[in-house]
C-alpha cells in the first residue's frame, strides 16, 4: 500500500533551484529520495507556469453554507417520511437556492 505526502512549498523551490543551477533530473531525485516523475512533472509545470507552489481550493464551488445543511438536514429529520424531492422543493422555498435530490457518496 502507497501513501502519498505533498511536497512543501519550500522543498518544492529547492528541487526547482537544483535544476535551474544546471544539475540533472535523476540527480536531483537521488538528492531529495523523491521519484523522476514528481520531479520531471514539477519542473515541467514550473515551465509553463513559473510557479511551483501547489494551486489549492480547487474542486466544486459549495452552493450551500454550513448553515443552511443543518437546516436541510433538520428539516429532512422532522419528518422521515418526506422524500428527498419535497426537501429540496421546501428548501428552495426558503433560501430560493436550488439543491440536488441525490444523496453523497459513502467515502
Known amino acids: 500500500m502507497s501513501s502519498r ?3 512543501d512549498d519550500f522543498m518544492r523551490g529547492r528541487i526547482i533551484g537544483k535544476i535551474e543551477e544546471g544539475k540533472k533530473i ?4 537521488r538528492e531529495f529520495d523523491i521519484t523522476h516523475s514528481v520531479v520531471s512533472r514539477l519542473w ?3 515551465k509553463s507556469t513559473g510557479m511551483c507552489s501547489r494551486r ?7 452552493s450551500t453554507t454550513p448553515a443552511e445543511d443543518r ?3 433538520i428539516s429532512a429529520k422532522r419528518n422521515r417520511r418526506t422524500t428527498a424531492q ?6 428552495l422555498a426558503a433560501s430560493g437556492k436550488q439543491i440536488s435530490r441525490k444523496p453523497l457518496p459513502d467515502v
Open 44 to 46: 515541467k509545470s514550473f
Open 86 to 91: 419535497q426537501v429540496a422543493n421546501q428548501f
Open 26 to 29: 535523476t540527480d536531483v531525485t
Open 56 to 62: 489549492h481550493g480547487e474542486g466544486r464551488v459549495r
Open 5 to 7: 505526502h505533498h511536497i
Open 71 to 73: 437546516y436541510i438536514i
